[in-house]
């Protein structure tokens, strides 16, 4: 975006940046916010009537960036609702979004994933593999408590 735009030229083109993707309240705030002819009263403005005419807004935006996140790039509930909250989502929002994800679909998930870690992984004993195995899953956002059900699910059907 220009460093100079006045209200009106603002306004569409942010109308045309949201319309060819999702975007939140934070990430256009942000980005109005690099014009130094646009103050706070300007820029609420311009959110508001974006938010009026649908061009933005932020359960749209949540539903789908759960989606995206957790389908392609495997992220876990704790990763998207850290991620959501630095874009200052609303926890009621997110915390309805992440409620839509299947429980089965999401321990599948991380079945597979850690079942495709530990092709990677060495380590000295069972100990220290399944530390190792947590530690990723973690990263990518997954709960301790699911984390150990998958490990001891795998590991009786192993026995």
Same mark, same amino acid.
């Given at each position: 975006?220009?460093?100079?735009?006045?209200?009106?030229?603002? !306004?569409?083109?942010?109308?045309?940046?949201?319309?060819?993707?999702?975007?939140?309240?934070?990430?256009?705030?942000?980005?109005?916010?690099? +014009? #130094?002819?646009? +103050? #706070?009263?300007? /820029?609420?403005?311009? !959110?508001? @009537? %974006?938010? +009026?005419?649908?061009?933005?807004?932020?359960? @749209?935006? =949540?539903?789908?960036?759960?989606? #995206?996140?957790? @389908?392609?790039?495997?992220?876990?509930?704790?990763? &998207?609702?850290?991620? !959501?909250?630095? *874009?200052?989502?609303?926890?009621?929002?997110?915390?309805?979004?992440?409620?839509? &994800? $299947?429980?089965?679909?999401? %321990?599948?998930?991380?079945?597979? !994933?850690?079942?495709?870690?530990?092709?990677? &992984?060495?380590?000295? +004993?069972?100990?220290?593999?399944? /530390?190792?195995? /947590? @530690?990723?899953?973690?990263?990518?956002?997954? $709960?301790?408590? #699911? &984390?150990?059900?998958?490990?001891?699910?795998?590991?009786? =059907? *192993?026995?």
């Amino acid at each position: 975006m220009k460093s100079r735009m006045t209200e009106n030229e603002a !306004l569409s083109s942010m109308a045309a940046y949201c319309s060819k993707a999702e975007h939140c309240r934070f990430e256009i705030r942000n980005k109005l916010l690099q +014009n #130094d002819e646009l +103050n #706070d009263e300007a /820029i609420e403005r311009i !959110l508001n @009537r %974006l938010e +009026n005419e649908n061009f933005i807004n932020d359960e @749209r935006y =949540t539903r789908s960036f759960v989606n #995206d996140k957790f @389908r392609f790039f495997k992220w876990g509930k704790m990763k &998207i609702k850290q991620a !959501l909250y630095l *874009k200052q989502i609303p926890s009621e929002i997110v915390n309805k979004q992440l409620s839509e &994800i $299947d429980e089965k679909e999401y %321990l599948f998930v991380l079945h597979h !994933l850690l079942e495709a870690k530990k092709k990677t &992984i060495s380590a000295k +004993n069972q100990y220290e593999y399944n /530390i190792k195995l /947590i @530690r990723y899953a973690m990263g990518k956002g997954f $709960d301790l408590e #699911d &984390i150990k059900q998958c490990l001891e699910k795998q590991q009786k =059907t *192993k026995a």
